[in-house]
């Protein structure tokens, strides 16, 4: 048998002789011995331009975490406020309402 013939014939016999169930029950029993964990992470490591645009979520934001000083001037409009959420002694005098 020529070499191409027994490599399609070889191949042919991997590919209908493999059983969908025996890798996931190899699989199964893998331990992963260099993974990173959050422990293994320096504060501040990660920065905004290694993070996908909406992959962090209300659930990831801890409560209070964000004042102010973090908030972009102009970005927030009308949507972002709950009603009655802002009383008047709350805004700043001479402060400028743009509603989007």
Known sequence: MNPLKRFLAL????????Q????????SDV??????????IALDAITSNRIKNGA?????IALDSIG???IKNGSLTNADIAPNSISGNR???????HQR
């Open 11 to 18: 191949s042919a016999l991997l590919l209908f002789s493999t």
């Open 20 to 27: 969908p169930g025996m890798a996931w029950a190899q699989a």
């Open 31 to 40: 331990v992963c011995d260099k993974c990173v964990n959050t422990s293994d």
């Open 56 to 60: 962090v979520r209300n659930a990831d």
């Open 68 to 70: 102010g000083s973090r």
């Open 91 to 97: 805004i700043k005098n001479g402060s400028k309402f």
